[in-house]
């Protein structure tokens, strides 16, 4: 199995939602703790990208702040890979707190059957899940051109990668899709975070 590193990507403007999505209160810590902690328990290393000063309260975490900042997530991924020096590398969003071991051992196994690609990403309803996949370091120059060139959307940059899409039909006989990829965007998709929480106290009773 490769060792793979793990890209919390914690920058942004969080506008839609209105206030920091980071520092959220969820589950007794904040959001990014949270997602954080998981993170830690699946895989060899985890790089936060984002502030420094913002996150001091993770204490033991490495902090890594964007080389191109304000660019928006594929930035977030290149500082990520360049300073993770793995091969192997699992990105994630700071809003995403329901990706679970099972799925880190999951993709895990994708990294291992499928060396040749350069991105392993999800697909659920149709779209693909740019901030629950893998991204091997070799990406590094690409992406940082398509940067210099002011490309910064993800769906383009896409266009131009090798990749593994995991069909929607392998993830659903093993997960719960909608929470699984379920991400915080709009104030109202607390409470649905909250009822998540309560579901999956629920289910380890
Ligand atoms: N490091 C880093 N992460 C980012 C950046 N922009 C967005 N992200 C992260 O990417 C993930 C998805 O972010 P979005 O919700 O698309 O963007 P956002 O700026 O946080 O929120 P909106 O302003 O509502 O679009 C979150 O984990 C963000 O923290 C960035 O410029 N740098």
């Known amino acids: 199995m490769p060792k793979i590193n793990a890209v919390l990507l914690a920058g942004g403007e969080s506008s839609r939602f209105g206030s920091d999505k980071a520092l959220l209160p969820f ?37 890594r702040e964007d080389i191109y900042q304000n660019r928006g997530p594929l930035a977030g991924i290149y500082t990520g890979l360049y300073f993770s020096k793995s091969s192997y590398n699992f990105v994630c969003g700071c809003d995403m707190p329901f990706l679970n071991s099972k799925y880190f051992d999951f993709i895990h196994k994708q990294a291992a059957e499928s060396p040749e690609a350069e991105i392993i990403v999800s697909c659920f309803n149709g779209y693909l899940e740019p901030l629950a996949a893998i991204y091997q370091r070799s990406l590094l120059s690409n992406i940082k051109s398509e940067i210099l060139k002011n490309n910064l959307k993800i769906k383009s940059f896409y266009q ?14 093993n997960f719960k899709l909608e929470k699984l990829f379920f991400n915080l965007n709009y104030p109202e998709d607390q409470s649905k975070a909250i ?7 629920e289910s380890f009773d």
């Open 160 to 173: 131009k990668s090798r990749k593994k899409i995991i069909k929607e039909e392998i993830l659903k006989r």
């Open 27 to 63: 589950a007794g810590k904040t959001l990014i703790e949270y997602i954080y902690d998981n993170l830690k328990t699946s895989f060899n290393r985890v790089i936060i990208v984002g502030s420094p000063v913002k996150y001091s309260f993770l204490k033991e975490a490495e902090i």
């Open 195 to 201: 009822n998540y929480l309560k579901e999956e106290a």
